[in-house]
């Protein structure tokens, strides 16, 4: 089977170079048309705003795919489990965000330093444009799992010129520029692979808003207590880390709070987590007679 061995792996080969391209496009940009400072600062806030995304749901998706394709071999159709593996990933990564975003000055200078206060509005701007990218980590295993790799390749294709289009408009306008021209092409990439998703597991739009309007209001209720800080204290870097510490703490708790004001499918994981962590530390019934 080397003709599918190699058809498969040049298809996905060919991706991944694409994306990469695409990912060092702003710095190369920058680089030529601002300073190598506009190019680094760029960087920095890019590898900020996306660490959530590759700290969290990166470290589930190869779970997810091998789900999705046990699911398909079992003659499944992934919808079902598209839409609620979605719910779940969008009820963390838009509150990460969102919280990212209000915090973007003392979270840079915490950090990366003081050097790097610069990249913290632009952090802000790619942490709004980044919430459109939710179901991204799941479109690779999506698609390889119904057999249609080859559309990964064709999403690139279509979607990454426009953005690199877009990109070179922007980049003679500066720093700023380039980071606002993500509302273009992040937004773009996912109303394409959403095309080409709903083409094997037959989802509506209807059903795909159903699945993530949840994620909205626990995302507003992580925001409360990071925003109450920072109209209080202002958008400074050096907000004292008591401080800081305060508001992340009451993200988290507002969090929590949002998942079960809306009964969101993930509070229920939680339970059934610590469900599971009791019964492993509770010691074990005492044998009759003893």
């Known amino acids: 089977h080397w003709r599918e061995i190699f058809g498969f792996g040049g298809v996905a080969s060919a991706t991944t170079v694409l994306n990469n391209l695409y990912s060092a496009l702003p710095q190369i940009l920058l680089g030529r048309f601002a300073s190598f400072d506009a190019a680094g600062l760029f960087s920095r806030a890019a590898q900020l705003c996306q660490l959530p995304d590759r700290a969290i749901v990166g470290a589930f998706q190869p779970v997810v795919f091998s789900a999705f394709a046990a699911e398909i071999r079992a003659g499944g159709t992934l919808k079902t489990s598209y839409l609620h593996t979605l719910a779940l990933l969008s009820s963390v990564q838009w509150p990460v965000l969102v919280v990212l975003a209000i915090l973007a000055e003392p979270v840079v200078r915490l950090i990366l330093g003081p050097q790097w206060d610069a990249a913290a509005p632009v952090l802000r701007i790619l942490c709004i444009a980044y919430l459109s990218m939710a179901p991204a980590s799941l479109t690779y295993p999506t698609l390889v799992a119904t057999g249609r790799v080859g559309d ?111 009964q969101h499918p993930l509070f229920a994981e939680l339970l059934n987590i610590a469900r599971m962590l009791r019964e492993r530390v509770r010691p074990p019934a005492p044998a009759a007679g003893e």
């Open 152 to 262: 990964t390749l064709t999403s690139s294709l279509l979607t990454l010129p426009v953005g690199a289009v877009a990109m070179v408009v922007a980049a003679p306008h500066g720093l700023d520029a380039i980071a606002y021209s993500m509302f273009l092409s992040w937004p773009l990439q996912i109303v394409v692979s959403l095309f080409l998703i709903r083409r094997q597991i037959h989802f509506t739009w209807a059903e795909l808003a159903k699945s993530v309007w949840k994620s909205v209001p626990v995302a507003l209720a992580a925001a409360i207590a990071p925003a109450a800080v920072i109209l209080q204290q202002g958008l400074r870097p050096d907000l004292p880390l008591p401080i800081l510490a305060l508001a992340v703490g009451g993200a988290a708790l507002g969090w929590l709070a949002g998942l079960w004001g809306v």
